[in-house]
């Protein structure tokens, strides 16, 4: 599911490796090597930094402690989220943080070639929706069911959705279930993609600051629910059954988003061989208010992710002591 988000992390000595890939195929890293892994014969560990700020979030505090407490160098690749899957079983990062649910690579990779095995849970639930600002589901609560939206597609209407209500999303990178959605409940609505999530939250505390009406595809957990708060439409049930129709068929899905219990993949031979560090990321496990703090010190407050991470860290050694080896 979810998302391609905010910036990219900075990687250790402000150098990130960037790989970029197309489409859902596998993307061919084999043949490409790090020039900053091993430097000197150092300890070093490649993680995949997904664009969404939660996941930077998970990153800066992950290396943060992996280089000041266990002596490890890291660096930090931006791969969008299935290319990252490729990447993860080719050996070219050695972990993803935050998995939203990819089913079909985890049966590819997990079960089949068995190159890539779970990290654990991250400790956080994640859940996509669609929302509204809370100051109009207040002045319109009828608005929160979805066989309400029809009425107020001419109050969500802007510039861009020709016409119809305005239904906006982040990144076109994002695997959303939006556009079948909007087609098989017969919505009459537009897609408006704003291009990366800081995008998205630009627009939306521009729509909240006018106290214009707006409708978003958003998630949780995300730091901006506390400066914007936000309301989510119930939209149609979500149930196994359209879970596996639209597994097998994604056009056909017409039911909500799931809850998501947010998971951590490491590279097999990563976590056979990886010592402290896959030890580490494998007991690294934390709630969405830690994450959220971290991630409104990056994206609203201003700090460079190692500070922000550092900030946490040293605020909060009752959790992360845990995490050591």
Known sequence: ?????????????????????????????????????????????????????????????????????????????????????????????????????????????????????????????????????????????????????????????????????????????????????????????QIVFAGSEAAQITQIKQFAKARKPFLTYWYEPQWLFNQVPMVEVKLPRYTDACATEGTEDPATIDCAYPTTPLQKYLNADFARKGGEAAAFLKKFHWTKADQNEVSELIASKGMTAEDAAEKWVREHPDVWKKWLP
Not at 24 to 43: F, H, L, R, W
Not at 51 to 60: E, H, L, P
Not at 88 to 95: E, G
Not at 156 to 171: I, M, R, V, Y
Request: with cysteine; charged share 20%; glycine share 10%.
């Open 1 to 189: 599911m979810a998302r391609t988000r905010t910036q990219l992390l900075m990687a250790a000595a402000g150098i990130t490796a960037v790989f970029t890939a197309t489409g859902c195929g596998a993307a061919d890293m084999t043949k490409q090597t790090s020039p900053y892994a091993n430097v000197g014969g150092a300890k070093s560990v490649t993680l995949s930094a997904q664009s969404w700020i939660g996941a930077q979030a998970n990153v800066a505090v992950a290396q943060y402690l992996l280089e000041h407490e266990l002596g490890y160098r890291v660096d930090t690749v931006q791969v969008d989220e299935v290319p990252a899957w490729d990447a993860l079983s080719q050996d070219r990062v050695d972990a993803i943080l935050e998995d939203w649910g990819h089913p079909e690579q985890e049966r590819r990779y997990v079960k089949d070639k068995k190159t890539i095995v779970p990290g654990g849970g991250l400790g956080v639930t994640g859940h996509i929706g669609w929302w509204v600002p809370k100051y109009f589901a207040d002045a319109h609560p009828d608005v929160l069911n979805w066989k309400n939206l029809n009425k107020y597609a001419k109050t969500f209407k802007t510039a861009e959705s020709g016409g119809k209500g305005q239904l906006l999303d982040g990144s076109p990178s994002y695997v959303t279930n939006d556009k079948a959605l909007v087609k098989n409940l017969k919505l009459n609505y």
